[in-house]
């Protein structure tokens, strides 16, 4: 069955450093989003992508965050600066149409220090 | 603003059906799901449904949907010990192509 790839699967960075997070969507997708989940918190929308562009964003997504699919596979979410409150598991997901059907990856685990 | 309210914590002995409720509030919501997240481990889509449906059956699990009340239940029957995960109810609406969860709900089986 096809899969969200997503790598690292964890990543331990110091606060105001650089991370890119990395995810290889299902290939015939066409829709990626970006979802986090701050420790014993709800699964929380960050932004979706399609057509090349960012279609929604809620308002987590502040300017210390960007997305981008650099080639025809990866999708990735860069976060500038990170800070302690950045800390939490993100999740990949892509889906063949706009709403239904999100496959998750396994998400990538980010601790901040 | 919109949201998905779940119970916190379900115990059930194996062998047993499981019941888990969700309500939301979103009357927009077109697609309402169910996905389920063992420890440390990703989102796995159990099953979604329609609006416009009632019921989804697929296997053990039952999806039930009142649109007027707002509420979702997923029915796990003949629960095992391998179904103890954290359950999340999710809704989407044509609107947007964001989802909104709930914030689970620990399955724990007893044998």
């Known amino acids: 069955e096809p899969e969200v790839t997503q790598t690292p699967s964890h990543q331990v960075t110091q606060m105001g450093q650089e991370v890119i997070l990395r995810c290889v969507p299902i290939?015939?997708?066409?829709?990626f989003y970006w979802y986090r989940q701050i420790l014993g918190q709800k699964v929380e929308f960050l932004v979706s992508f399609y057509n090349n562009e960012i279609s929604e964003k809620s308002e987590i997504f502040d300017d210390q965050f960007s997305v981008e699919r650099p080639d025809g596979s990866n999708f990735t979410l860069k976060i500038r600066s990170t800070k302690l409150e950045d800390s939490a598991m993100y999740f990949c997901?892509?889906?063949?149409?706009?709403?239904?059907?999100?496959?998750f990856g396994s998400g990538t685990r980010l601790t901040v220090v | 603003g919109e949201d998905v309210e779940q119970s916190l914590f379900l115990s059930v002995r194996e062998g047993d059906s499981s019941v888990i409720n969700c309500t939301y509030t979103?009357?927009?919501?077109?697609?309402l799901y169910w996905y389920k997240q063992e420890p440390g481990a990703g989102l796995q889509l159990l099953t979604y449904?329609?609006?416009?449906?009632d019921m989804k059956q697929d296997q053990r699990l039952t999806v039930l949907l009142n649109k007027k009340d707002k509420h979702l239940s997923l029915r796990i029957a003949d629960t095992q010990t391998g179904d103890s995960a954290i359950y999340f109810c999710?809704?989407?609406?044509?609107?947007?192509?964001?989802?909104?969860f709930g914030a689970g709900t620990r399955l724990t089986v007893k044998p």
């Open positions: 997901a892509s889906s063949a149409e706009g709403s239904g059907g999100y496959t």
């Open positions: 979103d009357s927009s919501s077109t697609y």
């Open positions: 290939s015939n997708h066409l829709y």
């Open positions: 999710a809704e989407s609406s044509t609107n947007n192509n964001d989802m909104r």
């Open positions: 449904i329609f609006s416009n449906m």
